[in-house]
């Protein structure tokens, strides 16, 4: 090599030794329903890889839904293996990597031993075996869950009602039973390598267990949990998601591709940090987050009675940040109904075809054809318990994309039920933020605001969870020092769906017609 090439290498060399030390990654995941998302973003916020693996969902009887701890632990670390193999092709080292953190389903747990490994099923949100437990706690009419926690009522998605059927029905929990933990907390425990005496939940997780805590002290309840019949012992310690609970163990490191001794942060729970990635960090703002349980969000600054109030049907959470409440209501197979459609109605495994269908079913007029969906495929809620999930009115004519819109259109209904309750409270909703993976459908967009008469924007990076997970890890670790700064300067809108008047005027008699329908069935 001559002397000029050699002077030229040595330099663009030298460029890259620098700019490697300069630059900066964290790997987060997303610990879902249907899906083990994980990435890694560079300090700029840019993603560099990704990679998602879909969870099995078990339902062994009516009304049970069972997943897997350890599947979840396995999924992790397979979208890390993953995207260390991205990583390498851009000849990014993965000695770059600062942080590891992730976020998970807020309503389900685990029963773990002594070890820190799992010994139970997983049951989340979508099983409803605790109704009767359920509506023993709530046949007691006590005033102590709303005033702690701000939910007057227990519900079959609060694991506070799963750990008291674990206590009650397995046998395995009750003779090796440690602790009880969430997917999230699970996983970054494993990949640390702790033991179930270090056994942890954030605060904003934490309130996902709906009753047993004080939910502005971000303190176990002595009071609540003695009612439940829960011994404190079995629960996690409670943490701030940005607290360092250990290092990627040297065991995992060799078995992912990363470095040992990478700092764990205790992580989050998912619609806290989907919020987050919404840009909601104050009072007032409403947020879908349309994943397999489609919620729809309105941040407080604290309890407001006329929304804890039995009946009401919403849920009151911490978020990740300090001093920060929402409430949100729920359709609890919103984004698995899709799901369910494409994989057994239609046959098809491929999550391309959601475009297919999407695309054919913008041919398709409002209102279906006179067609409904209801959405209840693990059975209906409230006064409407009994019912379960059907199409009504079809003839010759309903082909798939006919009966596609009719399930986008159903989950929007459940929506207005929820948006109705926040309006009729006196909360203007008049713009919607809409993230995860159901921003991505322009035609569920579009369909939402028409039925909901609001304005809906998504934003760029529509999956705000993992991205919000890797902000809050390059704090944890000192790379940023603003939270609040980092996270929304993150928040770039994408497009913007304005409802259509004559649409939101017919859909109001649809709607109306629906809930005629539920109040048949619900009798039946």
Known sequence: ???????????????????????????????????????????????????????????????????????????????????????????????????????????????????????TPYINYLDSRTQSDVDYINNLNLSIWGEETGNPEASCMFPAMHARWFLCNDENFRKKGAKFMHNAPYILSRLAGLTSKDAFVDWGTMSGWGLGYHVHEKEWSDRQLKILGIDKKYLPKIVKPWDIIGKLSEDIAKEVGLEAGIPICAGAGD??????????SEPGKAVDVAGT?????????????????????????????????????????????????????????????????????????????????????????????????????????????????????????????????????????????????????????????????????????AGGAIVTDCIIGSYAIGDISDLKMALNSSIKIANRYIPKSINTNFYKKQYKLKNDILNVLKKI
Request: charged share 25%.
């Open 271 to 280: 619609t806290m940090q989907s919020m987050l990635g919404s840009g909601v």
């Open 293 to 461: 349980c489609a919620m729809f969000c309105v941040s407080t600054d604290e309890i407001i009675p006329e929304l804890s109030k039995k009946g009401n049907g919403l849920i009151f959470n911490s978020g990740t940040l300090e001093d920060t409440y929402f409430y949100w209501g729920f359709v609890r197979t919103g984004g698995l109904s899709l799901r369910w459609f494409k994989d057994n109605i239609c046959k098809n495994q491929d999550d391309k075809y959601y475009e297919v269908l999407s695309e054919e079913a913008k041919k398709v007029e409002p209102g279906c054809r006179g067609i409904f969906f209801l959405p209840y495929l693990t059975g209906g809620y409230g006064e409407y318990s009994n019912v379960k999930a059907c199409f009504l009115n079809m003839n010759l004519d309903t082909d798939q994309y006919v009966m596609w819109r009719a399930v986008l259109e159903a989950i929007a209904y459940d929506y207005l039920e929820v948006i109705n309750t926040y309006r009729n409270k006196g909360i203007n909703i008049d713009r919607i933020t809409i993230t995860e993976g159901g921003s991505r459908n322009e035609l569920w967009n579009q369909i939402k605001a028409d039925i909901l008469d609001s304005e809906v924007i998504t934003l760029e990076t």
């Open 1 to 119: 090599m001559n002397q000029s090439l050699l002077s030229k290498f040595s330099k663009s060399h030298e460029r890259t030794l620098e700019s490697s030390v300069k630059e900066k990654y964290y790997l987060g995941f997303d610990a879902g329903t249907q899906s083990v998302k994980v990435a890694v973003y560079d300090q700029n916020m840019t993603c560099v890889a990704k990679a998602s693996n879909k969870t099995t969902i078990d339902s062994p009887k009516a009304g049970w839904v069972n997943m897997d701890a350890d599947e979840y632990f396995e999924l992790a670390k397979k979208g890390m293996c993953d995207c260390i193999k991205q990583l390498k092709k851009k000849n990014i080292s993965t000695k770059l990597i600062r942080a590891i953190m992730g976020d998970g389903i807020i309503c389900g747990i685990v029963g773990v031993d002594e070890e820190g490994k799992a010994i």
